[in-house]
């Protein structure tokens, strides 16, 4: 039998999830939920109904899990507890410094509707998290590096847009290439925050906007540019919706960790993700961890988990006996 | 209180494991036990008795658990059901095409004592084993590829050493860097067993022995050698212990894998170790292993495992609640 999915939500990621689930042999779509109003929202798949969000409570026999699309900011605080009542759920809530608060507001939820919810799945947090918990564990002594890109920072890209006089703009970030060559050599660099990535931006202005004023305001902008070396390129917006509109996005997670009697010997672990659209990887990795979802709950599991606590063979639609001969 | 750590073996892995638990903050060393007469046996650390294997029975109590250093070939696969009955044990079997065989005698040992044993456990199997098992749960469309090296092939170098008239020899497997960078750049080649790896061997030859001869053997070996780009050095012994003794090794795990509609985005996930000890990289792995071992024990779990059924957070001595504020 296969396991049910629903998705609320239908942007990138909602989108991104109905593809997964077609590449899953063991999982079909059942419905999409949605806060607009249906009728305005047309899917890929034929014959899967598209329902408002007000109706959702009657899915709950003909649902496994549902994957909660929404975003992080506003959506996710109050949709992944709220939904965790009645389903098992999937988020990719990724504000890493309130992952304590969700996890928490979650877990109250899950238990007593003897649910599992998977928190903060995607690439970071996600696989970057299992990267960095994994090294770790095996090298306790050591430092560990996270850099990303090169890829679009939404948030930087935002920044940007609220600036007076700018019409658009995109937000690449930049792993400098030194300091991912000083990490993998084993140089243990300590290494700033102006030595680990640089940024460069394109910015379409409005009408007779001043772009040295624009560009100054960009490059002083306090946490957003003033710690990096900022470069700033005035396009139109024609070329911006052209050259600018990909997803692609990536990064490298290190960590290089020494052993021995005398901390003699160097380790060097190296985690990388080029990654030519970065929501649908992420839908990759929520569409697998529903899998698992499901697997605990139907194990008796309950409560808020994270990918930290799910054994890895739940993630594959393998048997443990395919595993063991093939990819162990 | 200290998970108590066993040692049976004192070679490479048990001198690493001794190592890798002195950097372990919530582990103790209490025994190390050796089919050798005891006497004879020095470790380096001070205070903790050596053993004969004939007395372990005794030890049962007072240990949590047992990690074997045995080898695969003739230690483990007997080593390991046995011991499985006594202790929660841990090892490094990494005969991949007998892992479901080693697997099945374990496991029946393991679950009629009420023991955790955690088998084949290393980097490969082991770490790269996990690279395989997420990629491959996340992009189920897609490609594997897994190098090895640079480094120091033990079955490759007793296999030359076997061959009349050489006295000693190491053999190095190297991979192709043209191929990593074509499964890098997304290409998905079809690589034949060439194209992957070249083998470069150090031989010491016995005094009077036919070198060309030595050498025609070595390239026209089948299976190791006649698939591959091999290079012969004729080496004197002196230049083969100074030179080649180290214990570095290392290499990649690649998933290339598609998503969209039209399969239209690639996406490269890659894993990759660059390892200056390899028994003590792989004792490391060993370490983070057996703490998970007694924590599933703890909670009443049996049977044999492997790194594929266990949640990442169990390996780490840090929280969830830790992992989750700083390493998520």
Redesign the interface.
């Known amino acids: 039998m296969s396991i049910r999915i629903g998705i609320l939500g239908y942007g990138n990621l909602g989108r991104?999830v109905e593809?997964?689930v077609k590449?899953?042999?063991d999982m079909e779509l059942v419905c999409v939920f949605t806060r607009r109003d249906p009728a305005t929202v047309k899917i890929?798949t034929a014959n899967i109904p598209v329902v408002s969000t007000t109706e959702v409570e009657k899915w709950t026999d003909k649902i496994d899990v549902l994957i909660l699309c929404g975003g992080s900011a506003t959506d996710l605080p109050t949709q992944t507890p709220e939904y965790a009542k009645l389903f098992n759920v999937v988020d990719s809530f990724d504000t890493?410094a309130r992952?304590?608060e969700h996890?928490a507001n979650v877990d109250a939820s899950a238990k007593v509707a003897g649910k599992v919810a998977v928190i903060?799945c995607g690439w970071d947090?996600g696989?970057f998290?299992?990267?960095?918990?994994?090294s770790?564990?095996?090298?306790?002594?050591g430092n560990d590096y996270t850099f990303w890109g090169k890829g679009v920072s939404q948030g930087h890209s935002d920044a940007i847009r609220r600036i007076k006089g700018v019409k658009n703009a995109k937000q690449y970030t930049i792993p400098v290439e030194a300091a991912l060559e000083a990490v993998?050599n084993?140089e243990n660099p300590e290494l700033t925050t102006r030595q680990k990535h640089t940024r460069e931006c394109f910015v379409v202005l409005e009408e007779g906007a001043d772009a040295a004023a624009v560009e100054k305001e960009i490059k002083e902008m306090p946490n957003y540019f003033a710690d990096y070396d900022t470069t700033v390129h005035f396009i139109s917006e024609d070329e911006l919706l052209k050259n600018h509109s990909g997803m692609a996005h990536g990064g490298f997670v290190f960590r290089s960790g020494k052993?021995?009697?005398n901390k003699?010997?160097?380790?060097?672990?190296?985690?990388?993700?080029?990654?030519?659209?970065n929501p649908?990887?992420t839908t990759?990795?929520l569409i697998?961890v529903a899998?698992a979802a499901y697997r605990m709950n139907s194990e008796g599991m309950k409560g808020c988990k994270?990918?930290?606590?799910?054994?890895?063979?739940y993630?594959?639609?393998?048997s443990?006996?395919e595993?063991?001969?093939h990819?162990?």
């Open positions: 991104g593809l997964a590449s899953a042999p890929a890493h992952i304590p996890f903060s947090p696989m998290s299992l990267a960095r918990v994994y770790n564990a095996i090298l306790p002594d993998r084993g052993t021995g009697a003699e010997h160097n380790h060097i672990i190296e985690y990388s993700l080029k990654l030519d659209s649908e990887f990759s990795v697998a899998r994270t990918i930290l606590d799910i054994p890895p063979a993630l594959s639609e393998k443990g006996e595993l063991r001969a990819l162990l």
